[in-house]
């Protein structure tokens, strides 16, 4: 199967996932706090960048934090105006220009690797077609006893734990320079919901703009404060590494 099969949205998981909005979510501000913190330990990141960027969220923010970033997205979706020139649409990663290839140190696989059957061929073709690359940044849906009928509906092949995802990464000819697992309270929440209901929502709630985005705001620092304080073994909803290449 190809990889644009595997990792192109169709029209009602964007509508599902990226509802306008969305970066207003406590979920969404939470994981972009995360990835900020970890790209800010990387003295040496270079030029980043996100593959399967969607609208580019993500690239958005960083940009405004002041990273080097751009993305690239399979599907065919309209990205956020203000990235919009940072963004390239409809594109498979190991198509773009040579002239921007050449020059990408950080490749940032954000839920990305769920998708796809063998992320371990599509790592190392990434590894092959970026000749300064030297590092992947990644972030996974985790545990396997959480799959659900979300991860169906998002076309996931497994959730992960630190094993398995370490596998991936030394497979790849890597080595884990720091993993960990976060949204740490959210893990009993979805266990007991997927016991006492078999099943969990499709798509995010968007906050309204004043108190409830406020509300959000607050929730999204509590859980980024619970992944800087709680010890990063313990089981989350979701795992961020870093992984070096060997160059």
Known sequence: MAESEITSFDQEQFEAIYPQGVERHYWNRCRIAVITDNLRSIKDAGPMLEVGCGKGLVVSALRRNGFD?????????????????????????????????????????????????????????????????????????????????????????RRYDMPLLRHHAESSMGKVRSAGYFYHALYPAAWIQLRTHGARKLNFTVPAPGVPSFFHRLLGYFFFLEYKVLPSSWRGTSIIAVLDLDV
């Open 69 to 157: 970033i751009t993305g690239v997205e399979l599907a065919e979706v309209e990205p956020l105006k203000e990235v919009a020139p940072f963004v390239h649409v409809n594109t498979d990663a190991l198509d773009l220009d040579p002239g921007i290839r050449s020059g990408i140190q950080t490749i940032l696989l954000l839920d990305v690797i769920e998708h796809l059957e063998d992320p371990v061929a599509f790592m190392t073709r990434l590894r092959s077609a970026f000749p300064k690359l030297r590092r992947f940044v990644v972030t996974v849906p985790a545990r396997q006893e959480l799959f659900s009928n979300y991860d169906r509906f998002n076309r996931h092949f």
